[in-house]
């Protein structure tokens, strides 16, 4: 089952394991969709959507209109020269994206290729805006690393700091982000939900195929019809 056959708008039922969704973020400062990766969803309920992004799958990503990779970019005009998006297919092992409704942030489960668990990682972010193809977000560069001996550090933070001196967030937001942060280094500390559900003994249904990135990735959710 595809994105748009599932009304997923507000009293709709939730999507099933299985079906195939568009989890994307918008451009900082802009509506246009930049990060866009098509997954399988594992669970959705009121406590939880869970997607599993496969090895293998075909994904949007910004890139710098001359060409360079935005993390070869220094840092001082990572955020200030023009920008692109470019189709890259995830090579890496899965990735296992879990969130709650409603949290300013979503927590990513990483394997080896030998399903050895890696880490987690607390992505800072809008809260997901859902709509009938998937859901929607904007990504607040901030971010923490999990490991399994229960140890965490912040990440990104140079990249957090520039996107303030470039102007992609306002004081006030950012300070809003690093409070988020603090809430969820207490939910890391208390090892709350999701940490303490055993995600990382999860493994995909053998049978799940890889989902097809969709020539309209970028439409928007007004309008869109299941």
Known sequence: MTADTVDTTAGSAPWAPGDHILWRYRGNGTDRVHICRPVTVVQDTDELLAVWMAPGTDCVKPLLADGTAIHEEPLDTRY?????????????????????????????????????FKNWY??????????AGGVDSE??????????????EWKDEDEFGQAQRAGLMSAGQAARVREAGRAAVAVIESWGAPFAGGWENWRPDPSWTVPAL??????????IRA
């Open 80 to 116: 200030t020269k023009p920008r692109t998006t470019v189709v890259s297919r995830w090579f890496g092992t899965g990735v296992l994206k879990l969130a709650r409704p409603g949290e300013p942030w979503s927590v990513w489960l990483f394997w080896d290729a030998g399903w050895g």
């Open 122 to 131: 607390v992505n800072l972010e809008e809260p997901l805006a859902r709509w």
């Open 139 to 152: 990504d607040h560069f901030l971010d923490i690393a999990v490991y399994p001996d229960r140890s965490w």
């Open 214 to 223: 969709p020539a309209d990735w970028d439409r928007s959710p007004a309008g």
